[in-house]
């Protein structure tokens, strides 16, 4: 299958890549520099990449339409003008959404769990959570209505935390503020979790998904339903060599800034039904053992 994949040269996006090729698919990604488009297209000679921004919503538009499916990973990370971010992640989607209406093409639309109700095991079912303060809710549910004009479309939810080798997502955002702050904190009494996936497990799901997956459902991208925040604390302290310690929830802010939000969710996820349904298992090294033996502070 001939697949457009915006944000290939990411780091999930790039082990995607590489599953992609290795199972035969042919690739066009989206690359907003030249950079990017030769790191892309060194992969494999069926990677081409298509110039562009995802604020180009005409190049968007026409790698869409141009290709059989659709893999939307590219997103502006830039959490102090998140709102912004989500904004163009919204356009852009729903750019590449109307680009392929009546084609029943597959289109992955990419989430984070965050988007879930915290405090209980959210599970495939639960639709997002009308609360969260996460802007990319609405963008899910906007993404997941065009199954009802003729596009096959399927959403993945990530665990916040997708780790491996190249990762610059938040534990090593929690690694950096404890060794400038001088302590490794998790928030009252700890017991708040994380899901967690490996990229490696995370890019064999986008790929079952792609090809097995089902027009309107939410899959969850979950190796590890919950590990306590305290617990990945206790282990930065250990490779920082800085004390461990409890945060106040009032001082979340002041102490992780923008990783507030995230450090106060408590937010196990189950992947039950994705695993089931897609034969999926995952099969790499968990959160902890793979921040115990790769990651080093910066
Ligand atoms: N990593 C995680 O822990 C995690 C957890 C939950 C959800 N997610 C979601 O999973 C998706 C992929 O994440 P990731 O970790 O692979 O992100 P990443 O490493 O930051 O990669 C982002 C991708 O988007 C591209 N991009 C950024 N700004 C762009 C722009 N203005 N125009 C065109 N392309 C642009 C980047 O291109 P360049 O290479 O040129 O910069 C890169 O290919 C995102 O939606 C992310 O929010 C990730």
């Not at 297209?41 to 180009?56: F, I, Q, T």
């Not at 990973?73 to 989607?93: M, P, S, V």
């Not at 700890?190 to 089902?214: M, N, T, Y």
């Amino acid at each position: 299958m001939k697949v457009f994949v915006t944000g290939a040269s990411g780091f999930i996006g790039s082990a995607f890549l590489s599953e992609l090729v290795s199972s035969g698919h042919e690739v066009v990604g989206l690359a907003r520099s030249e950079e990017s488009a030769s790191k892309i297209e060194s992969v494999s000679p069926s990677v081409k990449a298509l110039r562009g921004d995802l604020k180009d919503l005409d190049i968007l538009k026409r790698g869409a339409s141009e290709s059989e499916a659709v893999v939307h990973l590219g997103f502006i990370h830039d959490f102090t003008n998140y709102a912004q971010c989500c904004e163009i992640d919204r356009q852009a989607t729903v750019a590449m959404l109307e680009s392929l209406k009546g084609t029943n093409k597959p289109f992955i639309y990419t989430n984070g769990t965050l988007v879930l109700r915290p405090g209980k095991v959210a599970n495939e079912k639960d639709t997002v959570d009308e609360s969260s303060k996460c802007l990319r809710a609405a963008t899910e549910e906007t993404a997941l209505s065009y199954k009802d004009k003729g596009v096959s479309v399927r959403c993945i939810r990530l665990a916040p935390s997708v780790h491996g080798k190249g990762d610059k997502g938040f534990v090593p955002v929690l690694m950096s503020i404890a060794e400038i702050s001088g302590k490794s904190g998790y928030v009252g009494d700890g017991q708040i979790v994380w899901p967690a996936i490996h990229r490696s497990d995370a890019a064999r799901l986008f790929r079952l998904v792609l090809e097995k997956g089902r027009a309107g459902k939410a899959y969850n991208g979950i190796a590890e339903q919950g590990i306590p925040l305290k617990d990945i604390a206790q282990l930065i302290g250990e490779i920082v060599n800085v004390p461990v310690v409890s945060i106040p929830e009032d001082d979340a802010e002041k102490h992780f800034g923008f990783m507030a939000v995230f450090v106060t969710n408590d937010g196990p996820v189950s992947s039950e039904a994705t695993q089931e349904e897609l034969g999926w298992k995952p099969q790499q090294l968990g959160l902890l053992e793979d921040v115990r033996i790769n990651y080093r502070p910066t």
